[in-house]
């Protein structure tokens, strides 16, 4: 599964929606992401939005690939 800026975004933007996604994105053999979605979630996040980020990409086991 391939997570965009705007999906990374969603996510991190909503307790409620991050936790109703955990179990999807468990569910998925493949996750992973592209560093332009990254900077695209961290520029929407705002400040400190790099960490929880990165903080979310390790915590559900998405690669970053170029």
């Not at 599964?1 to 409620?16: E, P, R, V």
């Not at 999807?24 to 520029?43: C, D, G, M, N, Q």
């Amino acid at each position: 599964m391939y997570f965009d800026g705007k999906t990374l975004t969603a996510i991190l933007s909503d307790a409620a929606t991050e936790a109703a996604a955990g179990p999807a994105i468990a569910a998925t053999r493949r996750r992973f992401t592209s560093p332009l979605a990254l900077v695209e979630a961290v520029l929407a996040l705002g400040p400190g939005g790099d960490q929880r980020v990165l903080d979310f990409l390790d915590a559900s086991g998405i690669e970053i690939r170029d």
